[in-house]
C-alpha cells in the first residue's frame, strides 16, 4: 500500500496513490529524485513505512532501499529486476527487528513512524 514518504499515514486509508510520492504538494515537476512510501504489514495491527528512493541517470534508474548502496536497473527493467529490489526491501524490514531498539521504537530519517490500526479496524 502506497504511503507519504513522510508525514502521517493512517493504515485504516488505503492507498495514498499519487500522494505516496514527494512530488505530490509540488505544483511544477521536475526532473529529480523521487521518494515513495510503502506500508508493509507486519502483523495484524502493525504496518512500517518503507521509504524507497528513486533517482534517474541517463537510461539507469538508482532505486535506494536503505543506507546500503543503490540497486541500479535500466528504465526498460525485467522482472529479475525487481526481485532484487524486493530482497532489499524484505532485508531492510528484517533489520529494524535485528538493530537498535530505540530506532524500532521512535524511528529514523527513513521510518519515521509505525502504524498501529485500532482493534478490529485493521485492513481486510
Known amino acids: 500500500m502506497g504511503v507519504p514518504p513522510t508525514g502521517e499515514w493512517r493504515t485504516n486509508t488505503g492507498d495514498y496513490h ?21 506500508s508493509i504489514q507486519i502483523f495484524e495491527h502493525l504496518w512500517v513505512r518503507q521509504v524507497v528512493i528513486l533517482r534517474k541517470e541517463g537510461d539507469q534508474v538508482a532505486v535506494f532501499v536503505d543506507d546500503g548502496e543503490a540497486i541500479w536497473i535500466p528504465v526498460s527493467y ?21 538493530g537498535n531498539v530505540n530506532v524500532f521504537v521512535h524511528g529514523d530519517d527513513r521510518l519515521m513512524t509505525i502504524g498501529f490500526a485500532p482493534q478490529g479496524k485493521g485492513r481486510e
Open 18 to 38: 499519487d500522494a505516496a510520492f514527494s512530488f505530490y504538494h509540488t505544483p511544477i515537476l521536475t526532473v529529480r529524485e523521487t521518494q515513495f512510501g510503502m
Open 78 to 98: 525485467k522482472p529479475s529486476d525487481l526481485e532484487q529490489i524486493c530482497e532489499r526491501v524484505f532485508q531492510s524490514v528484517l533489520g529494524i527487528y535485528r
